[in-house]
């Protein structure tokens, strides 16, 4: 994983800075996204 925000969009973890950079040379990125209900707090 390169880069990790939170609902807000702080970063917790990795570089959005390597990440634009990826995305600019033209490579192939993934998107993923979770959801957790309020209530299935873990």
Request: proline fraction near 0%; hydrophobic fraction near 30%; charge should be positive.
């Amino acid at each position: 994983m390169i880069y990790q925000n939170d609902k807000n969009g702080t970063a917790i973890s990795g570089d959005i800075e390597a990440l634009r950079q990826v995305v600019r040379n033209g490579k192939e990125i993934r998107i993923g996204w979770g959801f957790q209900h309020h209530e299935e707090k873990k």
